[in-house]
C-alpha cells in the first residue's frame, strides 16, 4: 500500500480484482488515464493466484493507488472493503475486466456536483467479442427525483448495474450500505436497495462504461450452478416485491422472474416462471409457448 496523495481527493475509484490477468492492465489503463486527476484508486486483489497482483504492482508508485491483497472472499467483500477505505466524498466502481472513457469520472463527478445527486449514471456499451451494442443509452442529461422516473431512467430492475455509476459516499454510509457477502448476482439487491433511497439521480450523455462479456472470466459469467440461479432468484424476487411495497408499477414483463430452467444440450427445453403479480407460476416450452399457467 502506498502514500495517498496530498491534493484534494474528489472520487474514490473502488476495483476488486480476481484472476484477470488478462484483461486487468486495460481495466487500470482506462483509469490512470482519467481527465480527472484528484483520485485514488483503490485495487483489492481478492486472492488471485494468476499474474493480477504483478500487473497491479505495477501501478503502485503512482501516489493515488492503494493496494492490498486479501484472502478470497468473493466481490462483495473486496468492494466492501474497498468503501471503508474511501476517502473521497463520492465513490465509483468499476469491474476489473471492464473499462470506461477517459472522461468518465470527471463527467459523472462534475454532474453530481452540479445537482446534488446521490446517485450519477452514464451510459452501457455491452463489448462481445465480435460486435456490441448500447445497454443503456443516454442522449441528454437529466435529472430525477421522482421514483418511478429514476427506475425507468436506470431500467431498473432489468438492469441491475453498480458499475455505471458514481455514487455519494455519505449517501452509502449514512444508509447503511453494504454489499450483500456470499451471494451471487450481489448488484440486484444493491441497486434496488440504492434506488429506492435515492433523493436525487443524474444521468449524463457522452460517455461509456464497457462492459464485456464473451472473453470475460467472471463467477457469474461462467459455467451455471444451481446457487447461481437460486441466488439471482431471490435477488429478483425481494427487490421486485421491495418495489411492489413501494406502491410503484413496472412494466408486466418484470412481474415474471426465472424460478427454474430445464436445457438439454445448453438448449431451454422448459422455463418456469414466478408471476409476482398474479402470485401465479408461468411454463414455459422453449421459453415461448405457453403450457401450464395457475
Given at each position: 500500500?502506498?502514500?495517498?496523495?496530498?491534493?484534494?481527493?474528489?472520487?474514490?475509484?473502488?476495483?476488486?480484482?480476481?484472476?484477470?490477468?488478462?484483461?486487468?492492465?486495460?481495466?487500470?489503463?482506462?483509469?490512470?488515464?482519467?481527465?480527472?486527476k484528484?483520485?485514488?484508486?483503490?485495487?483489492?486483489?481478492?486472492?488471485?493466484?494468476?499474474?493480477?497482483?504483478?500487473?497491479?504492482?505495477?501501478?503502485?508508485?503512482?501516489?493515488?493507488?492503494?493496494?492490498?491483497?486479501?484472502?478470497?472472499?468473493?466481490?462483495?467483500?473486496?468492494?466492501?472493503?474497498?468503501?471503508?477505505?474511501?476517502?473521497?466524498?463520492?465513490?465509483?466502481?468499476?469491474?476489473?475486466?471492464?473499462?470506461?472513457?477517459?472522461?468518465?469520472?470527471?463527467?459523472?463527478?462534475?454532474?453530481?456536483?452540479?445537482?446534488?445527486?446521490?446517485?450519477?449514471?452514464?451510459?452501457?456499451?455491452?463489448?462481445?467479442?465480435?460486435?456490441?451494442?448500447?445497454?443503456?443509452?443516454?442522449?441528454?442529461?437529466?435529472?430525477?427525483?421522482?421514483?418511478?422516473?429514476q427506475?425507468?431512467?436506470?431500467?431498473?430492475?432489468?438492469?441491475?448495474?453498480?458499475?455505471?455509476?458514481?455514487?455519494?459516499?455519505?449517501?452509502?454510509?449514512?444508509?447503511?450500505?453494504?454489499?450483500?457477502?456470499?451471494?451471487?448476482?450481489?448488484?440486484?439487491?444493491?441497486?434496488?436497495?440504492?434506488?429506492?433511497?435515492?433523493?436525487?439521480?443524474?444521468?449524463?450523455?457522452?460517455?461509456?462504461?464497457?462492459?464485456?462479456?464473451?472473453?470475460?472470466?467472471?463467477?457469474?459469467?461462467?459455467?451455471?450452478?444451481?446457487?447461481?440461479?437460486?441466488?439471482?432468484?431471490?435477488?429478483?424476487?425481494e427487490?421486485i416485491?421491495?418495489?411492489?411495497?413501494?406502491?410503484?408499477?413496472?412494466?408486466?414483463?418484470?412481474?415474471?422472474?426465472?424460478?427454474?430452467?430445464?436445457?438439454?444440450?445448453?438448449?431451454p427445453?422448459?422455463?418456469?416462471?414466478?408471476?409476482?403479480?398474479?402470485?401465479?407460476?408461468?411454463?414455459?416450452?422453449f421459453?415461448?409457448?405457453?403450457?401450464?399457467?395457475?
Amino acid at each position: 500500500m502506498t502514500n495517498r496523495t496530498n491534493k484534494e481527493i474528489k472520487v474514490s475509484v473502488i476495483i476488486p480484482a480476481y484472476n484477470v490477468e488478462k484483461y486487468f492492465e486495460r481495466c487500470l489503463e482506462s483509469i490512470y488515464n482519467q481527465t480527472l486527476k484528484e483520485i485514488e484508486i483503490i485495487i483489492v486483489d481478492d486472492g488471485s493466484t494468476d499474474k493480477t497482483g504483478e500487473i497491479a504492482q505495477k501501478y503502485i508508485t503512482d501516489e493515488r493507488t492503494i493496494y492490498l491483497k486479501q484472502k478470497q472472499s468473493g466481490t462483495s467483500a473486496a468492494r466492501n472493503k474497498g468503501l471503508m477505505l474511501a476517502k473521497a466524498k463520492y465513490v465509483s466502481f468499476i469491474d476489473s475486466d471492464d473499462y470506461i472513457d477517459n472522461d468518465f469520472i470527471e463527467k459523472l463527478y462534475n454532474a453530481a456536483i452540479k445537482n446534488d445527486a446521490d446517485i450519477t449514471c452514464a451510459s452501457i456499451v455491452r463489448k462481445h467479442s465480435t460486435y456490441e451494442k448500447w445497454r443503456v443509452q443516454y442522449d441528454k442529461p437529466a435529472v430525477y427525483i421522482d421514483k418511478k422516473e429514476q427506475i425507468d431512467a436506470i431500467k431498473f430492475p432489468d438492469q441491475c448495474y453498480v458499475w455505471n455509476k458514481l455514487y455519494k459516499k455519505n449517501f452509502l454510509t449514512e444508509n447503511g450500505f453494504q454489499f450483500e457477502k456470499g451471494v451471487y448476482y450481489e448488484d440486484i439487491k444493491a441497486m434496488g436497495y440504492l434506488i429506492l433511497r435515492c433523493s436525487k439521480l443524474a444521468v449524463v450523455p457522452d460517455i461509456n462504461y464497457y462492459y464485456m462479456v464473451n472473453d470475460r472470466q467472471s463467477v457469474v459469467k461462467g459455467p451455471k450452478t444451481q446457487k447461481k440461479e437460486t441466488d439471482r432468484y431471490n435477488n429478483q424476487k425481494e427487490v421486485i416485491k421491495w418495489v411492489m411495497e413501494e406502491g410503484i408499477k413496472l412494466p408486466e414483463s418484470e412481474y415474471l422472474i426465472k424460478k427454474k430452467e430445464i436445457t438439454f444440450f445448453n438448449i431451454p427445453i422448459l422455463k418456469i416462471k414466478e408471476d409476482l403479480k398474479r402470485n401465479k407460476t408461468l411454463y414455459l416450452l422453449f421459453n415461448v409457448i405457453p403450457v401450464w399457467y395457475f
